[in-house]
């Protein structure tokens, strides 16, 4: 199982930016995805989750609004769009699977079991 992401960077508040997750080795459309991100000192956070077949998504509280989950199955490949960016987003964004197939999303931090290597992104104020 391989998990890509990418379109990470500097950016000033107020931006956007598009994070892109390409996926290898398993059956993409058989799983929900998830976006998770981790800030210097602090724990690794659920961000979004997305339903294998887009019927369902999940977002913590500070990004409604801003940011959307998205996915092309075809494409296996799950995106993170991040409008009015502040400072605070600042961290390495991950993309994730969770440990079943299952049509019901997966918005906990133990549902999922495997994540990319991760891209960052710098706010600046």
């Known amino acids: 199982v391989q998990l890509q992401a990418s379109g990470g960077g500097l950016v000033q508040a107020g931006g956007s930016l598009r994070l892109s997750c390409e996926t290898s080795?398993?059956?993409?459309?058989?799983?929900?995805m998830g976006w998770f991100r981790q800030a210097p000192g602090k724990e690794r956070e659920i961000v979004a989750a997305?339903?294998?077949?887009?019927?369902?998504?999940y977002y913590i509280d500070s990004v409604k609004g801003r940011f959307t989950i998205s996915r092309v199955n075809p494409k296996k490949t799950v995106y993170l769009h991040m409008n009015s960016l502040k400072p605070e987003d600042t961290a390495l964004y991950y993309c994730?699977?969770?440990?079943?197939?299952?049509?019901?999303?997966?918005?906990?931090?133990?549902?999922?079991?495997?994540w990319g290597q991760g891209t960052q992104v710098t706010v600046s104020s």
């Open positions: 997305i339903a294998r077949t887009s019927s369902a998504t």
């Open positions: 080795g398993f059956t993409f459309s058989d799983y929900g």
């Open positions: 994730a699977r969770p440990r079943r197939r299952s049509g019901i999303l997966a918005y906990t931090s133990l549902d999922y079991d495997t």
